[in-house]
C-alpha cells in the first residue's frame, strides 16, 4: 500500500525559532492535508493543498504541494511554546466513486523551549 | 468546517467485553470513517461508515470484530467487540468535506479506549 515518509521524527527547539517538516512519498497524491494534535485531543487540520506546486499560508504556517505530487513540507515560522504538539502529513489519492481514502505520514514531534 | 462529538471519551473496559463508540455530527455530511490510533502511532483507517449501506473496511480490519452502523447522514457508530489489550488504542471518527475530487477530512476528539 501508499507510504509516506515523514522527517524528522521529532524536534526540539527554541521559541522563535523556524521549524521545517516535510513527507515523501513514491506514490502521486492528488491532496496533501497538514494536521496537528495536541495530547487527548484529535488531530487539527492546519493546512490543506489540492495543487501541484501550490503554495499556501495560514498564519505563520507555510506549507507546499510539492511539483511532481509526491511530496510535501510545513514550515512554521516564530515557533511559540503552544506550537508544540504531534504534526501529521497526509495524502489522499482518488480512485473514483466515493474511494478518498487518506495515508498519513508517521508524525513530527515537536517541542519549543521558551 | 462540521463539529464533530464522540462519546465516551474514553473508557476502561475488560476483556472479552464490547464497546459502541458514538460519532456525530452537526450538519449533514457525506462521508464519515472511522481510524484507529494506537500508542504513540500514527492514524490508520479502519473503515468508511457508507449510511444506508455496509461500512468498507479496510485490509487487517473485518466486520465482526468492528461492525459499523451509519442510520443517516450525520451519525454513526464503531463497535470495538470482544476487546483484548491489542485493542487499546485511540478511536476516531472523521468526515468529509468535498468539492470536486477534493476530499478534507475533519476529525473528532476521539475515543481513548483502555482494555484490561
Known amino acids: 500500500g501508499q507510504q509516506l515518509n515523514q522527517s524528522p521524527q521529532s524536534m526540539f527547539i527554541q521559541e522563535g525559532e523556524d521549524v521545517s517538516m516535510n513527507c515523501t512519498s513514491s506514490?502521486?497524491?492528488?491532496?496533501w492535508l497538514w494536521y496537528k494534535q495536541d495530547p487527548g485531543e484529535g488531530p487539527v487540520l492546519l493546512i490543506a493543498l489540492y495543487k501541484a506546486g501550490e503554495l499556501t499560508s495560514n498564519g505563520r504556517l507555510t506549507a507546499q504541494f510539492g511539483i511532481t505530487r509526491k511530496d510535501s513540507f510545513l514550515n512554521i515560522s516564530a515557533s511559540i511554546p503552544s506550537d508544540v504538539g504531534i504534526y501529521f502529513c497526509a495524502g489522499q489519492s482518488y480512485s473514483g466513486g466515493s474511494n478518498y481514502k487518506l495515508t498519513f505520514g508517521k508524525g513530527t514531534l515537536l517541542t519549543v523551549n521558551p | 468546517s462540521a463539529v464533530i462529538s464522540q462519546k465516551p471519551s474514553r473508557d476502561i473496559c475488560q476483556r472479552g467485553t464490547s464497546l459502541t463508540i458514538q460519532c456525530q455530527v452537526d450538519?449533514?455530511?457525506?462521508?464519515m470513517f472511522w481510524y484507529r490510533q494506537q500508542p504513540g502511532q500514527s492514524l490508520t483507517l479502519i473503515a468508511t461508515a457508507n449510511q444506508g449501506s455496509e461500512a468498507t473496511y479496510e485490509s487487517g480490519f473485518v466486520i465482526d470484530k468492528f461492525p459499523i452502523s451509519r442510520p443517516n447522514l450525520t451519525f454513526s457508530t464503531l463497535t470495538v467487540s470482544n476487546m483484548s489489550p491489542e485493542d487499546s488504542s485511540i478511536y476516531l471518527c472523521?468526515?468529509?468535506?468535498?468539492?470536486?475530487?477534493?476530499?478534507?477530512?475533519?476529525f473528532g476528539p476521539g475515543t481513548r479506549l483502555t482494555v484490561l
Open positions: 506514490s502521486i497524491f492528488n491532496t
Open positions: 450538519s449533514q455530511v457525506t462521508m
Open positions: 472523521s468526515v468529509g468535506e468535498r468539492g470536486g475530487t477534493y476530499n478534507t477530512q475533519y
